[in-house]
């Protein structure tokens, strides 16, 4: 099982980005995939998550309306669109995925398998 994840960057503030989550060795079939990031000198964080049972999404206060987390099963991708991005954006993103079966994705940090970082950069 892996992920690789991609599409990370420097951008203005305001601007867009797309990250993906490439997954090799599964399927999405009965898994969630969460999107964590760590800015620096902060702990790790997710911010969203989409489940693959029922394809719902969640996502932080702070980038809530911002951000679209999207699944292409038959790749199998998952994508982050990330727009109007601020510099408190800035960090390491990384995607993982767990074994999960219910409806609405875990937002928590209790996943198994790991993507390296990506890293995005907001510049004021």
């Known amino acids: 099982v892996q992920l690789q994840a991609s599409g990370g960057g420097l951008v203005q503030t305001g601007g867009s980005l797309t990250l993906s989550c490439a997954a090799s060795?599964?399927?999405?079939?009965?898994?969630?995939i969460g999107w964590f990031r760590q800015a620096p000198g902060k702990r790790r964080e997710i911010f969203s998550c989409?489940?693959?049972?029922?394809?719902?999404?969640f996502y932080i206060d702070s980038v809530e309306g911002r951000f679209t987390v999207s699944s292409d099963n038959a790749k199998p991708t998952v994508y982050l669109q990330m727009n109007n991005l601020k510099p408190e954006d800035t960090a390491v993103y990384y995607c993982?995925?767990?074994?999960?079966?219910?409806?609405?994705?875990?937002?928590?940090?209790?996943?198994?398998?790991w993507g390296q970082g990506t890293l995005v950069t907001v510049s004021s």
């Open positions: 989409i489940s693959s049972t029922d394809g719902s999404t």
């Open positions: 060795g599964f399927t999405f079939d009965d898994y969630a």
């Open positions: 993982a995925a767990r074994s999960w079966g219910g409806l609405s994705c875990p937002m928590t940090s209790n996943y198994d398998y």
